[in-house]
């Protein structure tokens, strides 16, 4: 009698489950969580080769997106919440066709495609397919869970809390004990709405809802409508005497040119100026103070009479990210008014010293009109042992004005990890045409501002 009880039981709550799912609409494959060494090259590596959006999924965890489905990412120096399975991840086409399919280990594949089966009510093929742990060792990635997406993911929860062990239970996700111990999600599906914010820094970081990149960790912004017409600079020099002018900074809106336009704050200024020798020997970042009619002043003490380039890099609200340029040449100057581009050489010697740290480049083959990544190492200068107590340098681990020979192509970076301490940093570039360029890197260490140089070659 117990025994027919216990299956007339379990005979009840398979039925309500299977009427759950009845009810419950469509769940579809969401997402991967993915354990990786630095979250932030992972993510670059799927935007660069296929064309994959970085996002930011509200309640779940930021990552990219390629097509309708999603790679979110965790660092694995740190304890993972449950089981690590060994996984191969493919991401196949490119934009809004990519698509994500992962192998995934387990001790009995056919009972893990069962259980989501008959527990979630979906073929997880083509997109995740299961093999033994004898293949472990083709497997490169490592993933916590896998995640379901349902509009209304209510019905499913119920049918799973009644028959499987819950991990973790919020408004936008589920995590229940899977086939094998895996972890299995479930997402509220808020579908793929427009992205309406990005982030000031990296255009591409892009979510439908507010947040923050997880590349630099500014906050996202509305992306403003399409504007027509270009953000002008005008700089005004007046001679203080000595060697020492002061620069007065004006900027004008396409919509408005009567009128200053207002500037959102990054990384804790609201206009970052570079000034560049015309020899390319001579480097200034430095921040104008805004004046009451809405221009910009500075006083700058020049090393010489010449020609000088000057970089203004702003953000207008209700604009998009700026890096204007001009020209200043200074009262006494008398020389050519186009001279020939500074004539650099490509250093052989990747390392330079500053005061106290001591700083490496590294890099691949530099390609124009490819993004790469540069890498620089920072070490004790006397001790070589490697820095690890870096400081943020204006809202940043670090700062990277590029410019060509002629200072006709210029980019202001920042790093890729925006809680970097150091050893390493790192800084997506994209050099716009071939040639010699010149790179000026600047980091905070106890205090101190730190600037290296370096020349380098781009094919």
């Not at 027919?4 to 039925?15: E, H, N, S």
């Not at 769940?27 to 630095?38: C, G, I, S």
């Not at 020492?244 to 396409?254: A, K, Y």
């Not at 006397?382 to 820095?387: D, K, L, Q, R």
Request: with cysteine; aromatic share 6%; glycine share 8%.
């Amino acid at each position: 009698m117990f025994r027919l009880r216990a299956l007339q039981v379990v005979a009840a709550i398979a039925l309500v489950a299977a009427a759950s799912r009845a009810q419950s609409p469509a769940l579809r494959f969401h997402h991967l969580h993915v354990r990786v060494a630095d979250p932030t090259t992972a993510m670059a590596k799927y935007v660069r080769a296929n064309g994959c959006i970085s996002v930011v999924v509200q309640g779940v965890g930021v990552g990219i997106r390629c097509g309708r489905s999603y790679l979110l990412f965790d660092r694995n120096d740190r304890p993972a919440d449950g089981t690590v399975a060994k996984a191969s991840i493919k991401v196949s086409g490119s934009g809004e066709r990519a698509t994500i399919t992962a192998r995934v280990s387990t001790g009995d594949p056919n009972g893990a495609r069962t259980w989501i089966r008959e527990r979630l009510g979906i073929d997880p093929a083509p997109a995740i397919t299961f093999a033994g742990k004898s293949d472990e060792r083709s497997m490169p990635d490592e993933i916590t869970h896998i995640a379901f997406a349902s509009a209304d993911p209510g019905p499913i929860v119920a049918s799973l809390k009644a028959s499987t062990s819950i991990i973790s239970l919020s408004e936008d996700a589920t995590v229940v004990s899977g086939p094998g111990g895996l972890p299995i999600e479930i997402v509220r599906d808020a579908g793929l709405d427009p992205d309406a914010y990005w982030c000031p820094m990296h255009p591409d970081v892009r979510s439908p809802a507010p947040g923050t990149c997880p590349r630099c960790n500014m906050t996202l912004v509305p992306i403003p409508p399409p504007a027509f017409g270009d953000y002008r600079m005008h700089v005004d020099s007046s001679p203080l005497g000595q060697g020492r002018d002061r620069l007065t900074i004006r900027l004008t809106n396409p919509s408005a040119p009567d009128r200053a336009p207002t500037l959102l704050t990054v990384h804790d200024r609201l206009l970052h100026l570079f000034i560049v020798s015309r020899d390319l020997q001579w480097f200034q970042h430095l921040h104008p103070e805004e004046t009451a009619d809405g221009a910009f002043g500075l006083d700058v003490t020049w090393p010489a009479v010449g020609i000088y380039g000057v970089f203004a890099d702003f953000y207008p609200a209700g604009g998009t990210p700026q890096l204007l340029q001009t020209t200043v040449v200074t009262a006494d100057y008398r020389g050519l008014s186009f001279p020939r581009p500074a004539a650099l050489q490509a250093d052989s010697d990747q390392r330079r010293t500053d005061g106290s740290v001591s700083v490496t480049l590294s890099s691949p083959r530099l390609v124009a009109g490819r993004e790469q990544t540069l890498t620089f190492t920072l070490a004790d200068a006397a001790s070589g042992a490697p820095i690890t107590d870096l400081e943020p340098y204006l809202g940043a681990p670090g700062h990277l004005f590029v410019t060509s020979a002629d200072l006709v192509d210029a980019t202001h970076s920042h790093p890729l990890n925006s809680r970097s301490t150091g050893p390493d940093v790192k800084f997506d570039v994209t050099f716009p045409r071939p040639g010699l360029h010149k790179m000026w890197a600047q980091f905070q260490r106890r205090g101190v501002v730190v600037t290296v140089a370096f020349v380098v070659a781009v094919e």
